[in-house]
């Protein structure tokens, strides 16, 4: 797309900041480990054809573009940001009039600019939505590509919903850089569980940027696993805007040879009377790289909150590295609050006791391995996505270990 071609003042204005800045690089305190500065060289197609694969998800994602198949649940609507906004006056003045998004960085700009399908998943005033909606996001690119897709979630007052995304690219693709922005708003006694599943080719790099807005008395439990990629980096931010928020944030990362998972988490409890609770785990395998950056923000106002964050990591390999930096900035002064993090390596007397009783080395390994990240698993109650996950997640280990 060329820049005469963008249609409004904002999308311009966005694509200047973004040239401005450029790919982050690790010159960047943000981006210190996970540069982007190779796609400065690279010869692009910023408009991928689009896709028409088939699916049993309800909703599809490819290529940048989504739409809803089949019939939508009762009190659940999909429809265009532009269509969205004129329907609802009093929110189209809310946004306009929102917080800034912490930490934005220049691929959110790059997303505004040059996104063209932008549409709302809308869960109407007390409609709890009693089966999963599925997402399927689609990569697929003939040449190499950038493909910037965004996805808003709306869910009212005392209102229900589950979401699985399952995101992948399809086989004989082109390298592909995808660039993925959701923002997510839960309003009052609301309830959202969100679960992502991050299974791309080697030659995709994937960054997602969700974005969360909690209101009173509402509760989102949200899981982050990330399977395959060259390159997967989540910018997951909750904004906790009302009083008793409950937020779970759960995220497994198993990174194997040559790919980089790199997870930076925001909490910022702004209201009383909410809690957050963040646990992170990661098997490193092969000569991969994993980071964690986790972040938790108390307001002035955000008196009774507790917040706890535990980001916990094994190298499964004397080639792989992690890096974490956990951080908490605390402004009120009648809160709990913790954070911690850990790295190691598997305990040798375990190893030694599995293999006395006839289990060989590898299926030792394995059975640690899945022990330590079954905690994060066995929190999803959405059955068939906890089986998927597992027997994927076994696989992979096994490939690694050579078993």
Same mark, same amino acid.
């Given at each position: =797309? ?14 200047? !900041?973004? $040239? ?21 060289? $690279? ?29 939508? #649940? ?10 969205? =906004?004129?329907?609802? #006056? ?33 869960? $109407?005033?007390? /409609? +709890? ?17 950038? /493909? ?6 709306? &869910? ?9 995304? !399952? ?8 390298? &592909?850089?995808?660039?993925?922005? *959701? ?9 959202? @569980? ?38 997967? !980096? ?5 904004? +906790? ?13 198993? #990174?194997?040879?040559? *790919?980089? =998972? ?20 990661? /098997? ?14 108390? !307001? ?13 990591? &094994? ?6 590295? =992690? ?27 375990? %190893? ?15 059975? %640690? ?15 068939? @996505? $906890? ?17």
């Amino acid at each position: =797309m060329l820049y005469t071609e963008l249609t409004s003042s904002a999308q311009k204005e966005a694509l200047d !900041r973004f $040239k401005a800045k450029g790919f982050p690089t690790n010159k960047w305190e943000e981006w210190k480990y996970a540069s982007l500065k190779s796609w400065n060289d $690279k010869d692009l197609d910023w408009s991928p054809a689009a896709l028409n694969e088939i699916s049993s998800a309800n909703l599809l994602t490819q290529n940048g573009n989504t739409s809803f198949k089949g019939a939508l #649940p009762a009190g659940v609507e999909f429809i265009s940001f532009d269509a969205f =906004m004129a329907a609802n #006056p009093a929110i189209a003045a809310k946004w306009e009039q929102r917080l800034p998004i912490l930490d934005q960085n220049s691929l959110y700009d790059l997303n505004t600019a040059l996104v063209v399908n932008t549409q709302v998943l809308w869960v $109407k005033a007390g /409609v +709890s939505v009693d089966q999963a909606i599925t997402h399927d996001f689609i990569l697929s690119a003939a040449k190499a590509s950038a /493909v910037q897709s965004r996805l808003i979630v709306y &869910v009212e007052e005392n209102a229900s919903l589950t979401l699985i995304e !399952r995101a992948f690219t399809k086989e004989g693709s082109a390298e &592909v850089l995808s660039n993925f922005v *959701q923002e997510i708003y839960v309003n009052e006694k609301a309830n959202l @569980t969100y679960v992502k599943e991050q299974d791309l080719a080697q030659n995709t790099t994937h960054i997602d940027h969700t974005f969360i807005t909690q209101l009173s008395n509402s509760q989102v439990d949200l899981f982050t696993f990330s399977l395959n990629a060259a390159y997967l !980096r989540n910018n997951l931010h909750f904004y +906790s805007d009302g009083e008793n928020v409950v937020s779970n944030l759960n995220g497994l990362y198993v #990174p194997g040879e040559d *790919q980089l =998972m790199d997870s930076h988490t925001v909490v910022d409890h702004r209201k009383p009377n909410s809690e957050s609770h963040e646990l992170y785990k990661g /098997v490193l395998l092969g000569n991969s790289t994993g980071v964690f950056n986790g972040k938790i923000f108390v !307001r002035p106002d955000a008196q009774k909150t507790n917040a706890f964050q535990s980001c916990k990591n &094994v190298l499964a390999s004397t080639r792989a590295t =992690m890096n974490t930096k956990p951080q908490l900035e605390i402004w009120a002064d009648d809160v709990k609050c913790s954070h911690g993090t850990t790295t190691g390596q598997l305990n040798e007397e375990a %190893l030694f006791y599995l293999r006395s009783r006839g289990i060989s080395l590898g299926n030792a390994r394995t059975l %640690l391995l899945l022990a330590f990240v079954q905690e994060v698993i066995d929190r999803v109650t959405h059955e068939e @996505t $906890k089986l998927r996950l597992t027997d994927k997640i076994i696989s992979k280990i096994q490939t690694s270990l050579a078993i």
